[in-house]
Each structure stands twice: as structure tokens, then as C-alpha cells.
DNA sequence: CAAGCATATGACTACATAGTCATGTGACCC
DNA sequence: GGGTCACATGACTATGTAGTCATATGCTTG
């Protein structure tokens, strides 16, 4: 957590700070993004970033944090009615909040991708704690869910199935923001839907039955 | 290319110099990755490294240049009867060599990894070339040709499927370095399959109609 | 005015890095 | 012996980094 000082600075001030900090991490991965550059770009003295944040993990953690919380914000809606939809409504809702979110904190997606990207599985344990298998257990939980309400195949694996949904999100966000980068994110929904649309289906042919 | 001193060496002098080179970058990232460390483990002066490549780049290149050759060996067998066999013969036959090529060779596997995963674009560029799109677009043409062939449901869109089958590589690798790591490699044909059968037929039941 | 306290500062330490270069060493040939 | 050539060496340069610290500024309170 950052110092006291650090919340007791002016709004502008700590704004100023973070947004070059956000700046500086979006473009480099953790060990290359550089204090000195950060303090030079935000206009403030080496010293005093130290009278902010403990380190330079301590700056990053906050990020990172911050990041979380607001991606969760456009999650949470989504999970309070989990039980009461249909399975792919789920995912199609998580696939569309995930992009969206992409596309409106460009930045802080940025940070998140090159962190999780990153292989210095010390400092992924140091800062996620051990939030990063919940997600997956939550993949799990949802998709048993779908098969006892028999929106989903029985014969499925299901965590396999599990880290195929999170990989497709993955895919999409990279793909639609690959291809279709700079116009109206509403554009996005036939793509999600195509999406879906395999996933639900499969990709081969209805015409003839398997060779 | 490393200069011809280098390829002067001795047979055994060379093997131990890429050797420790493979574990410096299989452990640590192109900018993290030490010239330093690595004629340290190698036990050779930093000035003999100099003698036998241009710089830590060239060195890099070299590597990648190889990892990339080693997969291509396994790859390409499968290329050739493109043509004749079945859509999902021909994915099945891809996913199953690449977790053996990482199985197998796992420290070029984690190279090349750690280099998909970096996002300075400008040394990817420099690296690669143009030969990233290729892959992509080799895809596209399979998966048109399968549709033609009537293997494949013609409504799916051919780019995101492509970007779908990319990302599934990736994702059933992952899955199974994770999950069977230790246990013999041939176990990880069931879930290829079930992968496939995922890929193919979708997830959602067949026993009732859409929601 | 004076004391005290929060904040600001940048030179500095200690360390790591990539890459250079002048000097050696030893084998081979004339 | 003398010359040439390939390879070997590690001290050195220049540059970067995270983090420290003694000192200074300026606001607030008695």
C-alpha cells in the first residue's frame, strides 16, 4: 500500500502521478518499466517517490489493484444473476464486459495483459496472491451448473472446457481489438455472437454426418 | 548470424555455449536475459563472446532461428498430406506434435513462448520478419479448403475460427504442460481428442433445442 | 515569532548491464 | 627464427537501474 503521504497529496497531484505510472507500466513489463523515467515524466524528485510508495512493487501492486477493481465493477452485475440464466448468456455477457472494458481502459488492459504475461511466477505469487486459480474454479463451478441444468453437453470435460472459455476470451479481445480497432465497440456483438455460436456448435459440417 | 569464429569452435565448446545460452533465455526474457551470466556459466570470457556474435540480439536470432527450425521439422510431414486428409485429421495431427515438441523440447518451448508473450514489437519485427502472419493465413486457407471439401459448417466465420484454432493450440498446450506434466506424453492423446471433439461439435446439449 | 511537522529535493550509493579493446597465447607455415 | 592468423582474455567504458539520505522548504499551531 502506498504511504500516507502518498493519499494525503492533492487530488491533481496523486493524479498526476498515477497516470504517468500507468503510462510507464502500460508500455513496459514490470522489471523494464523504470522509476527514474516515471518521477522525470510526473515531475516530482526521485525522494519524494519514496515518501509515497514503499518500493517499486509497492507502486505496481497498487496498479495492479486498481485494475482489478475496476474490471470487477463491470463483473460483479454479471455474477449476482449466474444462477438464473442460461450458461451462454453468461459467457456471452463476461466475453462482451471483457472487450468493453478493453476498449474503454486501453491502458490498464494493457498493464493487466503484460502482467499476467509475465513469467516471473515470485512476483505473480507476490502480488495476485492466490486469486489466480478462483477464476478457473469459478469456470468449473459454472460449467457443472450447465450440464445439471442441461444447458450443456454431459460429455464435455469440463476443465478442459474450463480453460477453453477462458482461452476463447482471450481470443476474442485479441482478435477484436486486432481487427476491428478504432471503430464503435458495438461492432463487437455480431463477433461474440459468431463466437458463441461455435462454441455452442462445434465447427463441423450439419450436412454429412463425421468421416 | 554469429561470425565465423564461432562456427570454427570445436564441436563440444559450441554445444556448451548454446547450451547455457538456451537456459539464460528459457529462464529469463530477451531484456532480462545476461550476456554476463551467461559467459559466466559457459566459462569464457566476455570478450571471446564478442568474437563469436555480433551482439545479444544476434545471439537471440540464432536461437529462435533454431527452436524455430526444430518445431518446423516435426510440422512439416504433417503439411504435405494437407490436401488428402480429413479438416480435423489435419488439427488433431498439428495439436498433437506441438505438445510433443514441447514436451520434448522444453526449454525451446519456453523460449519461444516467452517471445510470442513479449510485446516489444520492434525486436519481435526484427526477429521474425514477416512470418508471423503466415501461420495465420495458412489457417485460413485450411479452413476454407474445408469447408469446399463440406467438412466444415459453412456458416462460421473463417477468421475468427482461424484465430479460434490458434488460440485452442495454445490453450490445450497450456492445459497439458499443467495438468500431465510428468506422466507420459502419449496421455495426452484422449484430450486432444476430447478437444477436438469440443472444436467439432460445440459444447452445448443435444438433447433439448436453444433457450 | 518560534517550534514542529509534513512534504520536497537531487546528489549519491551500490549494483547491474551491453559492448569495447588492447594485449596475450599458441598453432602453423615460410 | 620470424611472421601471420585465429582465438582468448578481463579490465574498462558508458549507461542504466532501485533505493537512500541529509538537507531544505513551507505550512500550521502555540
Keep these: 500500500m502506498p504511504k ?11 493524479e498526476r502521478i498515477l497516470n504517468t505510472a500507468i503510462d510507464e507500466f502500460s508500455k513496459y513489463y514490470y522489471h523494464k518499466a523504470s522509476i527514474s523515467r516515471i518521477v522525470k515524466n510526473a515531475g516530482i524528485a526521485k525522494g519524494s517517490f519514496y515518501q509515497y510508495f514503499e518500493d517499486k512493487k509497492d507502486l505496481f501492486k497498487y496498479l495492479i489493484g486498481r ?14 444473476n449466474i444462477d438464473n440464466v442460461n450458461f451462454f448468456e453468461v459467457v456471452r455477457a463476461m466475453y462482451i464486459t471483457g472487450i468493453r472494458f478493453a476498449m474503454e481502459n486501453p ?11 509475465d513469467n516471473d511466477t515470485r512476483l505473480k505469487q507476490e502480488i495476485l496472491g492466490d486469486n489466480i486459480p478462483k477464476s478457473n474454479e469459478m469456470f468449473i463451478s459454472m460449467i457443472n ?28 479481445s485479441d482478435y477484436f481489438i486486432k481487427e476491428v480497432k478504432g471503430k464503435d465497440y458495438m461492432e463487437m456483438m455480431p463477433l461474440v455472437d459468431k463466437m458463441l455460436y461455435i462454441l455452442k456448435n462445434g465447427i463441423k459440417s450439419k450436412k454429412e454426418g463425421e468421416k
Design 107 to 117: 491502458r490498464l488492459q494493457q498493464i493487466a495483459d503484460n502482467f499476467i504475461r
Design 4 to 14: 500516507q503521504t502518498f493519499f494525503n497529496l492533492p487530488e491533481d497531484k496523486k
Design 145 to 172: 451448473k450447465g450440464i445439471e441444468k442441461g444447458d450443456l453437453d454431459p460429455s464435455i470435460d469440463v476443465a478442459l472446457t474450463a480453460s477453453i472459455i477462458t482461452n476463447l476470451n482471450i481470443a476474442i
Design 67 to 80: 485494475a482489478g477493481e475496476e474490471k470487477m465493477k463491470h463483473f460483479n452485475p454479471i455474477m449476482t
